[in-house]
């Protein structure tokens, strides 16, 4: 082979070389950043592109779609010093690749801890049962927050959700335990009030016993008087016939006293004949 020869296939591959580094095809959702002798020359946009060879470099290929950036879990210790576990996701988009690459070292990772650093201050800032019942509050403050500073590094914040907010494991053992003592709480305040409640009805009832045991009796005095009055107004001075009444009851008050189960023995008074005088004296009377 001669040396013309090896001097064309060399010169052949120097320029199919120095093409293949002058022509560039960006892809669709990409922009590269190009530096002449180390500093910033242009941005390729999508589509065939010309640089010049072994002059211009492309040193970053930034992608202009939506990045997913996922923050991962954190403990954060809340305004009334409970502790919590959040975590979150966001949604960013490179609008200015020249500020991405030169403003910031890595955006995703300034972003990404930006947002960390934002969230841990707006948990902070709130109690406890309202940093877990505010999660559209904490995503519209989250992205507000953010929002600045990203578009200093080139980036906008299309969207930042709180993927979970909750108690510490150590937190949540607590505040199970506290919802039980207030469980037994209120069930030992109802029993104690049922108590109270049946007390009262109890000393209540006593009470309209007593007072209708008491209206019974008066009226059962009332009965006898008015019945020794009648028999008084009937029978004069003539204390026969009272003698009889008493007789009659007295009789009677014997015959259940003999015939309660509870009664073994009966005594009966010596002058049971006396006793018994003025009931038998008027129906002897009659009879003569």
């Known amino acids: 082979m001669s040396g013309m020869t090896v001097f064309s296939i060399v010169l052949l591959a120097f320029v199919a ?36 060879p072994y002059i211009d470099v492309v040193s970053h290929k930034v992608t202009t779609k939506d990045i997913i950036l996922d923050v991962q879990e954190q403990e954060v210790i809340t305004r009334d010093n409970a502790v919590i576990v959040v975590n979150a996701i966001a949604f960013i988009k490179v609008t200015d690749p020249v500020k991405a690459v030169y403003g910031v070292e890595n955006y995703s990772e300034a972003i990404r801890n930006m947002i960390m650093t934002t969230l841990r201050s707006i948990v902070g800032d709130m109690e406890l049962d309202q940093a877990l019942s505010s999660r559209d509050m ?93 028999v008084t107004r009937a029978f004069g001075d003539n204390e026969l016939p009272m003698l009889y009444l008493l007789g009659e009851k007295y009789i009677a008050s014997l015959g259940k006293i003999a ?20 009931l038998f004296q008027p129906v002897t009377k009659a009879g003569g």
């Open 17 to 52: 070389v120095t093409v293949a580094n002058g022509v560039r095809i960006v892809p669709q959702g990409e922009e590269w950043i190009v530096q002449r002798l180390g500093k910033y020359r242009t941005t390729l946009l999508p589509g065939l592109r010309f640089i010049i």
């Open 138 to 230: 904490i995503k519209a403050r989250l992205k507000a927050g953010v929002a600045d500073e990203a578009l200093d590094w080139g980036l906008t914040v299309k969207s930042v959700e709180i993927q979970d907010i909750k108690p510490s494991p150590s937190m949540q053992r607590a505040m199970e335990m506290q919802a039980s003592a207030e469980r037994e709480r209120k069930a030992m305040v109802t029993r104690a009030e049922g108590e109270k409640q049946s007390m009262i009805l109890n000393a209540e009832a006593r009470l309209e016993s007593a007072k209708r045991d008491a209206a019974a009796q008066v009226t059962l005095a009332e009965a006898s008087a008015q019945a020794i009055a009648k």
């Open 259 to 278: 015939d309660s189960g509870n009664t073994k023995l009966v005594l009966l008074p010596a002058d049971l004949q006396g006793s018994l005088r003025g």
